[in-house]
Structures are given as structure tokens and as C-alpha cells.
């Protein structure tokens, strides 16, 4: 098990390199959430007939339900509700406010907001998953944001917490690939 922290500098020592590398590490682990949750926008060719096929068949929104049926299986995205198929051993920031929650074929997300800055997230989500047997890959810390890693029975899991520049909120997100062995 490894585990990379990068401290908080003070303000002479403080290098933005640092930051800009763990900001890019963070925006290329949303990025792959995008594309793995909403993947059914992307276009595939046929083999047969070399022509592009559409990746979605339906979309249907029922309130604060967006169901979307892809050939590879439905994406169930829901407001303030987390997913049915959110595993039980993974738990749920207490002081936190559900904004969305996405159901897929090969994985489940959950986006939360909380006045709560990401140093207390860290540790709580650190103990949390200790407690529910998850391994810790990675844990890393700067100033305002946070990335965890974990894995645990084939499953993957990453969880950010980015505190917002534009208020005093914290965006917290939850991916975990292949949640369907708890």
C-alpha cells in the first residue's frame, strides 16, 4: 500500500506546479468518470455495414430520473436520490446534500455538496473505508482538495472532495467501478 500526501507549504515555499499537477491528476479522474457514465453519447462503427450506429437507443426523464438504454445497458441518472446500486461499504459523508447519483453497467457515481472543507472529508472517508475493509492506494492532499484511491474485491474506488473557490461549499464525488460484488 503506498500513500503520497502533499503537505500544505507555507506561502514562500509554496510551489504551483504541485498544485496544477494535482489539480490535472483530479480533472483527468473526472474526465475518465465523464466518459466511462456518459459514454453513451460516443458513436461506434458497425462491422458489418461500416456505417456509425447510435450508442443510445432511448432516453427517457420521468422527473428527477433521466434513464438513457444503451447497447451496452441502461444509465440510470437521478437528482438528490442516491443509487440503488450504491455499495453498502461504502459510506455516505453525514454532513453532506445529495445532488446526483448515476447507476451504469460497469460502475455507479455519487456527487455530494457539503459546507465541510476536504481535510475533514479525507479523514473521515479514510477511517470509513479502513473500517469497511477497503485497501487505500493512494491518498492525496492540497489545499482545498483532496483524492482518494481504493480497491476491495475487484472493485475500484476513487472519491475527490474539491472545496469551491466561488463559495464556502465542498463538491465531494464518489466512482466506483464494478459495484456489484459487495
Known amino acids: 500500500m503506498s500513500q503520497i500526501f502533499f503537505e500544505k507549504q507555507s506561502a514562500q ?6 498544485k496544477r499537477t494535482f489539480i490535472t491528476i483530479t ?55 442516491v443509487a440503488d446500486a450504491f455499495p453498502k461499504d461504502v459510506a455516505i459523508y453525514a454532513n453532506a446534500k445529495v445532488e446526483t447519483s448515476t447507476e451504469a453497467f460497469d460502475g455507479v457515481s ?38 482518494i484511491t481504493a480497491k476491495k474485491e475487484g472493485r475500484e474506488l476513487v472519491i475527490t472532495s474539491i472545496s469551491e473557490e466561488s463559495s464556502s461549499d465542498t463538491s465531494i464525488a464518489i466512482v466506483i467501478l464494478n459495484p456489484q460484488k459487495t
Open 13 to 18: 515555499g509554496q510551489t504551483p506546479t504541485r
Open 27 to 81: 480533472a483527468v479522474i473526472l474526465g475518465l468518470l465523464v466518459i466511462v457514465v456518459a459514454g453513451y453519447f460516443v458513436r461506434k462503427e458497425s462491422s458489418v455495414t461500416g456505417k456509425p450506429e447510435q450508442a443510445v437507443s432511448k432516453m427517457q426523464e420521468k422527473g428527477k430520473v433521466t434513464t438513457v438504454e444503451t447497447q451496452n445497458g441502461p444509465i440510470k441518472i437521478e437528482e438528490g436520490k
Open 110 to 147: 455519487l456527487k455530494l455538496k457539503t459546507a465541510d472543507n476536504a481535510d475533514k472529508i479525507t479523514g473521515f472517508y479514510k477511517d470509513k473505508l479502513s473500517e469497511n475493509g477497503w485497501t487505500e492506494v493512494a491518498i492525496n492532499n492540497m489545499e482545498g482538495s483532496s483524492l
